[in-house]
Nanobody, 131 residues
């Protein structure tokens, strides 16, 4: 059971990137997937998540209207499309899934979601936004 992120890089402010999270050993249709990020000296924060059955999407306020999470069931992959990137978006981005939690999914991916509820993590991909 694992997830692998890719797609990070160095971009200028205003540009776009799309991150990919490929899952193996479980289906992204059956578990929520969350994107998190951690900037130097800061705590890891949830950026976006998508629920399993309904595919409901959630975002933190600072990325609403700029980031879009989506799922490709055939590829067992979740994407995070990031547009209008800002220097403050610079961080290592991780995808994760709460595959062993028995909590209701609305508490794992809803108005809030927390890293400590997620047990399967990728290695992260660096996103740097700089001119």
């Amino acid at each position: 059971v694992q997830v692998v992120e890719s797609g990070g890089g160095l971009v200028q402010p205003g540009e776009s990137l799309t991150l990919s999270c490929v899952a193996s050993g479980f289906s992204v249709d059956y578990y929520a997937i969350g994107w998190f990020r951690q900037a130097p000296g800061k705590e890891r924060e949830g950026v976006s998540c998508i629920t399993s059955e309904e595919g409901s999407e959630y975002y933190i306020e600072s990325v609403k209207g700029r980031f879009t999470i989506s799922r490709d069931s055939a590829k067992n992959t979740v994407y995070l499309q990031m547009t209008s990137l800002k220097p403050e978006d610079t961080a290592v981005y991780y995808c994760a899934s709460p595959t062993t939690s028995f909590k209701p999914e609305r508490t794992l991916c809803g108005s809030t979601w927390y890293p400590n509820e997620y047990d399967v993590w990728g290695q992260g991909t660096q996103v740097t936004v700089s001119s």
